[in-house]
């Protein structure tokens, strides 16, 4: 950045004193007579005109363009025969040399990268960056963003519920203390989120105590995605209906025209 605003401002700069010198020599300044000599310039005038001819403009005195007008013209219009500017031409040559040195890098030495190895490269840094945010991301499930997970989620699950869940609702869901989690009855929601925001804060005036404490917000998605699993697995000896009956929201894809979703209980 403070390499570009410092050409930026070489740019500029150059810029002006062309223009300055393009005014000097169609508005030439009278010399001043000091003492009967005529003042010269100053040095650094001296020596940005000797860096102009030589480097920048080339330019011919107005008093030489007549030896410089070709012999043709068109309409009464005349053409100076004037050399390229020499900063044109360096900047040519020096395209040329970058030009020989790319070719070398990129196709004989096969030292850097083409554009489709960086594009490649980039995508695959995107990648590992997306996985990591990915994973990241999964901690950061809440009640509001849960969502059933597959059998190896459900196994996990299984294994937290063995360890927390049975004393109160006995190893197969089927209800003791706790109320039957297999049946279509329930207290406080039987939908992910509901049975999610059960175990994350608990219902202490009813004997379920919060869980968020002890486990992580995955463990809890894993645990709730078991119990969801549960439902309809009718165990020996289940405990009586509790709360109220809960029906899945079911999405049929509407077939006609309009392609709308309906949802349907």
Same mark, same amino acid.
């Given at each position: %950045?403070?390499?570009?605003?410092?050409?930026?401002?070489?740019?500029?700069?150059?810029?002006?004193?062309?223009?300055?010198?393009?005014?000097?020599? /169609?508005? *030439?300044?009278?010399r001043i007579i000091v003492l009967g000599k005529v003042q010269s310039d100053s040095w650094l005038v001296k020596t940005?005109?000797?860096?102009?001819?030589?480097?920048? +403009?080339?330019?011919?005195?107005? !008093?030489?363009?007549?030896? %410089?007008?070709?012999?043709?013209?068109?309409?009464?219009?005349?053409?100076?025969?004037?050399?390229? *500017?020499?900063?044109?031409?360096? =900047?040519?040559?020096? +395209?040329?040399?970058?030009?020989?040195?790319?070719?070398?890098?990129?196709?004989?030495?096969?030292? =850097?990268?083409?554009? +489709?190895?960086?594009?490649?490269?980039?995508?695959?840094? $995107?990648?590992?960056?997306?996985?990591?945010?990915?994973?990241?991301?999964?901690?950061?499930?809440?009640?509001?963003?849960?969502?059933?997970?597959?059998?190896?989620?459900?196994? $996990?699950?299984?294994?937290?519920?063995?360890?927390?869940?049975?004393?109160?609702?006995?190893?197969?869901?089927?209800?003791?203390?706790? *109320?039957?989690?297999?049946?279509?009855?329930?207290?406080?929601? =039987?939908?992910?989120?509901? /049975?999610?925001?059960?175990?994350?804060?608990?219902?202490?005036?009813?004997? %379920?105590?919060?869980?968020?404490?002890?486990?992580?917000?995955? !463990? %809890?998605?894993?645990?709730?995605?078991?119990?969801?699993?549960?439902?309809?697995?009718?165990?020996?000896?289940?405990?009586?209906?509790? =709360?109220?009956?809960?029906?899945?929201?079911?999405?049929?894809?509407? +077939?006609?025209?309009?392609?709308?979703?309906?949802?349907?209980?």
């Open positions: %950045m403070t390499t570009v605003l410092l050409l930026e401002l070489l740019v500029v700069f150059l810029l002006v004193l062309f223009i300055r010198n393009i005014f000097n020599a /169609i508005h *030439p300044k009278e940005w005109h000797q860096l102009d001819k030589q480097f920048f +403009t080339k330019a011919v005195p107005l !008093e030489k363009e007549a030896d %410089m007008l070709l012999d043709h013209n068109y309409d009464g219009i005349k053409e100076l025969d004037n050399a390229l *500017p020499p900063w044109w031409k360096y =900047g040519f040559y020096i +395209t040329i040399v970058v030009a020989v040195f790319y070719f070398l890098k990129f196709e004989v030495w096969h030292t =850097g990268m083409n554009p +489709t190895e960086e594009y490649n490269t980039e995508m695959t840094i $995107a990648k590992t960056e997306t996985d990591a945010y990915l994973a990241s991301a999964k901690e950061n499930v809440d009640e509001n963003t849960v969502t059933d997970l597959d059998a190896a989620g459900n196994v $996990a699950g299984k294994a937290i519920f063995a360890k927390t869940c049975v004393p109160c609702h006995l190893a197969e869901g089927q209800g003791l203390v706790g *109320p039957n989690l297999t049946d279509e009855y329930w207290i406080h929601g =039987g939908s992910i989120k509901d /049975i999610f925001k059960t175990i994350k804060y608990g219902f202490p005036d009813k004997g %379920m105590q919060s869980w968020q404490t002890t486990y992580s917000p995955v !463990e %809890m998605q894993q645990l709730s995605s078991y119990i969801r699993s549960l439902r309809g697995t009718n165990p020996p000896n289940p405990k009586a209906p509790q =709360g109220d009956l809960y029906k899945e929201v079911a999405v049929s894809v509407d +077939t006609t025209a309009t392609g709308k979703i309906n949802d349907a209980k």
